[in-house]
């Protein structure tokens, strides 16, 4: 079965940087897409950033030149750098990949979540 397992989330000061790490182990036959939403309370899950398997990225408006997805494809990991961090960034972060992992067709999974506190 497949897992996402998340680390890096914590609490920093405004201005601040953080590296949240996504690793996805199991039985994989294919990675497409992974990428990062965050949660705030009461608010609905927004996508934060993705980067696609041709190497193609999104990224949210408010977080473009803030923050950076990579991929390591050997570890079946994917990171978001996140630097000159703002309150509004406080949130639960949570990773997603689409994978394909017998047998399933490609679905999509969900890590439980590492929670991003930034203090003003």
């Known amino acids: 079965q497949v897992q996402l397992v998340e680390s890096g989330g914590g609490l920093v000061q405004a201005g601040g940087s953080l590296r949240l790490s996504c690793a996805a182990s199991g039985i994989i036959i294919s990675i497409n897409a992974m990428g990062w939403y965050r949660q705030c309370p009461g608010k609905q899950r927004e996508l934060v950033a993705m980067?696609?398997?041709?190497?193609?990225?999104n990224y949210a408006d408010a977080v473009k030149g803030r923050f950076t997805i990579s991929r390591d494809n050997a570890k079946n990991t994917v990171y978001l750098q996140m630097n000159s961090l703002k309150p509004e960034d406080t949130a639960v972060y949570y990773c997603?990949?689409?994978?394909?992992?017998?047998?399933?067709?490609?679905?999509?999974?969900w890590g439980q979540g590492t929670q991003v506190t930034v203090s003003s």
């Open positions: 980067l696609n398997s041709d190497g193609s990225t």
């Open positions: 997603a990949a689409n994978i394909h992992s017998p047998p399933f067709a490609r679905r999509e999974y």
